[in-house]
């Protein structure tokens, strides 16, 4: 085991978007950085991009139980400490509740809940012995408000907020501070790895068919924020003496999030329903 120099961070799911942006935004700012993808191809990528940088790739795919715990004892075996940990890997599957399988709801739970809970808990004993530590979840607007069609993606953000939450009260008192980032729309290979993961439910004959087919023809998030955007948040919040609970990446989310709480629930779905065009499914 070598010690690191400087501060250590686990950044996950940096293949593209998001994650892979955070990792760079980190690296040259002085951190040491260990960033994981899941594909061979995504590993090569990263470690070109990277050439020069203080960023170390690992190959880890978190439909494995272990993946989390042996991920931590890799990274701690290296640097020797671990100063902050960003659980950004994720996707989202979609589709109606009475077409989700049980098994894919697991293993979309398995990635975005079970996997941050597991490293969490994973980084937590070094990060008291040190007195200090920063764990940013990345959840989403999604775990704000929940939409039709992506019912097992939002119950996925919103237990991911829910365990952030207790975490930041039973951490702080160790030196352990928690934030949750909610990015709202992002332009990132998201909606294209939603369909790849979805195209089974996607595809069959279904009484959702009809709108199931707008996702297919063209899933596309108009006026959404750069990854460097979000990146630069989660660097924020990394940063600050005093982190808040809840950073999101443009004020036009924070206004979403304000405006949500103070709609009626019914109104919400009147309009949910007419944007996503689920009022046609009625009169088939």
């Known amino acids: 085991m070598s010690a690191s120099p400087g501060p250590v961070a686990l950044v996950t799911g940096c293949s593209t978007g998001i994650g892979r942006a955070t990792a760079f935004l980190l690296a040259r700012s002085g951190y040491r950085v260990f960033a994981t993808v899941r594909t061979p191809e995504a590993e090569a990528s990263l470690r070109t991009d990277a050439a020069g940088l203080s960023l170390e790739v690992l190959r ?19 640097a020797g400490r671990m100063d902050v940990l960003v659980n950004n890997a994720g996707y989202a599957l979609l589709g109606a509740v009475e077409d989700l399988r049980a098994e894919a709801v697991r293993r979309q739970f398995q990635v975005n809940v079970f996997a941050p809970v597991q490293l969490s808990r994973a980084v937590l004993p070094t990060m008291r012995a040190q007195r ?9 607007m999604a775990g704000r408000v929940s939409v039709p069609l992506m019912g097992a993606y939002c119950a996925s953000k919103f237990a991911l907020e829910a365990f952030s939450d207790s975490l930041r009260a039973e951490a702080k008192p160790f030196g352990v501070r928690v934030s949750l980032v909610e990015p709202g729309p992002v332009a990132t290979e998201f909606n294209r790895t939603a369909v790849a993961a979805s195209r089974e439910i996607l595809e069959t004959r279904s009484p959702y068919r009809a709108v199931y087919q707008d996702y297919l023809d063209e899933f596309s998030t ?11 948040t989660i660097l924020k919040a990394i940063r600050a003496a005093r982190p808040r609970s809840r950073y999101r990446v443009r004020a036009r989310e924070a206004l979403l999030a304000g405006i949500v709480q103070l709609v009626p629930k019914g109104a919400m779905d ?4 007419r944007f996503m065009g689920l009022q046609k499914l009625g009169r088939s």
Do not use: C, M
């Open 270 to 273: 009147f309009a949910t329903i």
């Open 222 to 232: 108009p006026g959404a924020a750069t990854p460097q955007q979000a990146a630069r």
């Open 132 to 140: 200090y530590g920063r764990i940013v979840n990345v959840s989403s």
């Open 60 to 78: 880890k795919d978190f439909l494995e139980e272990d993946a989390a715990s042996t991920l931590v004892q890799e990274v701690l075996g290296r």
